[in-house]
């Protein structure tokens, strides 16, 4: 969400000339992207008028886009106490709640904005990631699977079949096509045994194909036009979980993927991940070379070990005896192999699929949550891991 402008001058907070002059040049810096000007101006703004709704709104939504939303949580709160329009701001304390995995505060903000503004889709999925992550999946996939806005669902609506709805698939040829990361893709394989078609058809990408042969999939490598065939139905990996309805208690939880193992012993460390959507997804250099420096530590990033795909990883993965990752693939395939991971998540912007507070998944049994509680300080997190390393 983008700031907006007053309704009008007389719907807005009475400010001096200096006052508004100030709030009207920090609104049009922030649209031209200068945010870190129009931080300051905003701030200025409210030391002088802290009754000023709009612009404690416009902040929170500066420091929200910019990856801060424990800061822009008490802006959101601030202009939801003061102003006349509750809408934005209950959004944004509701989008800061979920950025924080405090899903049961944001629950009720998001229901209060549907019921005022019902055909607003991101919010309706909003709120299908917020119950997914309180772990009331029978209410949460039929919001995200009818709403996550996904290339993959294009693909899949050009594809000359009909999308599975669930029905028996004895017999049929089900094509899956592939859906967002790595790490989505593994997570989600555990439901590919559970099908039943006389075919079932994956296509995705090159690095996933050699570990995907432990499916009962044919297993198509994508990298430029291709031809899957004659086909039932057609289905994405996030709509199994629907289509089985499963529950946190009902998920699939044994291992269903294997590796050579090519050493014996130690701990595996990744402690970097893609940048993208949030660079929360990496530690620091620091926190990193702490892990790298423990007793028979070694690095599982590709670009280190030469790995050249994903069965690569679980071979070296099969023969360890703990991986320490950050959210990143390493921790799917660690956890669907069934070996003991330690997954590090950030204060902020940890995926739904940990769910909120705990330190167990209902995804892995075989896993361990440890949750930065300061956001970018992992000094207290690597400290933890160290002592419980060396409790074992």
């Not at 509750?86 to 950025?99: E, N």
């Not at 009818?146 to 294009?154: C, E, H, M, N, V």
């Amino acid at each position: 969400m983008s700031p907006s402008d007053p309704e009008s001058p007389q719907a807005g907070p009475q400010r001096d000339v200096v006052g508004e002059a100030m709030f009207q040049r920090a609104l049009a810096l922030h649209k031209a992207g200068d945010t870190g000007k129009a931080e300051s101006l905003y701030r200025v703004v409210l030391d002088n008028a802290p009754h000023d709704h709009e612009t404690a709104n416009n902040l929170g939504w500066l420091l929200y886009n910019t990856d801060r939303p424990d800061e822009a949580l008490p802006c959101f709160q601030w202009a939801l106490d003061l102003g006349v329009a509750p809408d934005p701001p209950r959004v944004g304390v509701a989008r800061c709640h979920m950025a924080l995995s405090a899903f049961d505060k944001a629950e009720p903000l998001l229901r209060e904005a549907i019921a005022r503004q019902p055909d607003e889709a991101e919010l309706r999925l909003s709120l299908g990631y917020a119950l997914l992550g309180l772990g009331r999946f029978t209410e949460g996939w039929p919001l995200y699977d009818g709403l996550r806005p996904d290339p993959a669902k294009a693909v899949g609506r050009g594809f000359p079949a009909p999308e599975w709805q669930g029905e028996p698939l004895a017999g049929k040829r089900l094509f899956i096509w592939r859906e967002q990361g790595f790490g989505d893709q593994l997570m989600l394989a555990r439901f590919l045994p559970m099908l039943g078609a006389a075919k079932v058809t994956y296509a995705g990408p090159p690095a996933l194909e050699r570990l995907f042969r432990q499916m009962p999939v044919d297993y198509l490598p994508v990298t430029g036009p291709w031809d899957a065939g004659p086909h039932d139905y057609w289905t994405l990996p996030f709509s199994l979980p629907l289509r089985f309805g499963v529950t946190p208690e009902t998920l699939p939880q044994g291992p269903y993927f294997t590796g050579t193992p090519t050493r014996r012993g130690g701990v595996g460390v990744m402690w970097r991940g893609n940048a993208l959507p949030h660079p929360e997804r990496s530690l620091s250099e620091a926190a990193g070379a702490e892990l790298l420096a423990l007793p028979g530590a070694i690095s599982l990033d590709p670009a280190d070990t030469g790995a050249g795909d994903f069965q690569a990883t679980a071979d070296l993965i099969a023969g360890l005896d703990l991986v320490i990752t950050i959210d990143t693939s390493v921790a799917h395939l660690a956890g669907a192999m069934g070996k003991p991971v330690w997954i590090l998540l950030p204060a902020r912007h940890a995926d739904w699929r940990w769910m909120q507070g705990r330190a167990t998944s209902p995804w892995y049994p075989s896993a361990r949550l440890y949750r930065q509680a300061i956001p970018n300080d992992w000094a207290p997190v690597v400290a933890q891991v160290k002592r419980d390393l060396t409790a074992l």
